[in-house]
Every structure is written in structure tokens, then in C-alpha cells.
């Protein structure tokens, strides 16, 4: 399984996008929330496009992989551009911005990663699952540190939302760490099967960057129980440290692929 920046930034901005539509769905959360994940994974996307270009990656599922990833970035951006337009329509009005148009981009992307999982060799089924559960655990874990920050910007904003967002990294980590031990993966890593160029140190290190990131997300969904508005600041910084060990988590085993 090759790794490569665009397939890495098209999961981020994949599952940061799709996340953002599971939080504004709900219609709670203020509309500049969107202004800043949409710009953002925009931004991300763009740049998984262009680094895909630069690549000069050759072939039918490549072509496929940008110009479905240019058509997640455009949605992204038309959303943006309908949320800007109808924001003196607040959250539930008659003729507010449409939750549904956030979940176009996402869909976008999902193609782009499927084409992405072609050509990069061994199981397509299990490159697949692995893309877009990596997709999912990224952007879930992003937003949700994204979404505590928010706080600041509404702290009047009910917990569910933030909840919602850590309970579901929680059910994702375990899923992704068990696609990224499935043959051939890091049980062969560990093994040295597959060497990693650094005598078993990444296996290792990929093993705690997996642990770190269960125990982190288990003790911001403790934090999260406690009365006190400081409970949110402290589960942001604790998702801060989330995001470093859930790319350690993905990049770094699909690095040690690539060996």
C-alpha cells in the first residue's frame, strides 16, 4: 500500500467534511462554524488535488482520484458560498442554508479515495475499507478539536454536539487500528516480515501512537462529564494531542506499507 500527499490531504479533507455535516445537521451549532471547516478542508482538498497533479500520477483511477477530489474542494466551496449568503437566515429559518449540501462534498471525496486505494497494489477491498475508515478517524478526530474551540465563539453551545463527535472516534479507533493490523499490515511490520528501514521502531511506534490515541479519546469523553465549562477547554487540548497520535496512527502504518 503506497502512501502519497494527495491521497493523505483527500482522506483529511474526506472526513473532516463529512464530519462537519454529522455537526450541522443538528442546527445548533453557529453558522461560522461551517464557514471555517468548509474553507478549511477546501483549502486541504486543493492542496490533495494539486499534490496529485505534481505527482504526474498516470492512469485512470489517478485521473479519477483529482478530478473527484476538485469535485469535493468545488462543493466545499458552494456550500461556503450558501451559507455566506444565507446567514441573516440563522439556523432554522424557513429559507436557512441546507444541512444536505454539506453532505455532497464528503460523497465527492469517497469516490476520490476509492479510486485512490486502485493503484496502490494488494487487497483493493482492504485498501478501500482502510481509506475511508482513515477518512472517517481523521476528520472525526479534527473537527471535534475544531468544534472545542467553538466553544469559545458560543459558550452557551449544549455538550451534545462535541459528544456526539468523541463518542464516534471511539467506536472508529478501534476499527481502524484492526484494518491496520490485517495482513499484510503492522502485524507483519512488528513481526519483521516487513521491514520498516528502522529495526522494528516504527512497528513500536506505531503501536503507541494507537494506545495514546484510545487513552485520549477516553479521558476527553471523561472530561466531557464534568460540570464545569473548563471540562471543554480540557478536552480541546487533550484532542489537540489526538490529532498527532491519529496520523501517527494512519500515515505512519501505511508509511511502513510502503517500505
Known sequence: MRLD????????????????????????????????????YAAIAIGGVWAGVANRDTGV???????????????????????????????????????WLDALAPVAGAVALVAAAFPMGGNEVLGVARLLVGAAFLGCISDAMLLGHWY????????DPIRQLVDHALVITPVEIVLMLIPTGMVQVLSGSIDDGWG?????????????????????????REPYYSAVMATTGLLYLGILTAFGTDVMARAAFGT
Open 152 to 159: 469559545l465563539v458560543q459558550p452557551g453551545l449544549a455538550r
Open 200 to 224: 522494528g521502531l516504527i512497528g513500536w511506534m506505531w503501536v503507541l501512537f494507537a494506545l495514546t490515541t484510545v487513552g485520549l479519546l477516553v479521558a476527553s469523553r471523561r472530561a466531557l
Open 5 to 40: 500527499l494527495a491521497t493523505v490531504l483527500l482522506q483529511w479533507a474526506a472526513g473532516g467534511l463529512a464530519y462537519l455535516w454529522v455537526t450541522s445537521r443538528r442546527r445548533v451549532v453557529g453558522i461560522g462554524y461551517g464557514w471555517l471547516l468548509r474553507s478549511t
Open 61 to 99: 483511477a489517478a485521473t479519477l482520484r483529482d478530478g473527484a477530489g476538485a469535485v469535493m474542494a468545488g462543493l466545499a466551496l458552494t456550500a461556503l458560498v450558501v451559507s455566506v449568503v444565507k446567514r441573516h437566515d440563522g439556523l432554522s429559518a424557513p429559507h436557512s442554508f441546507p444541512p
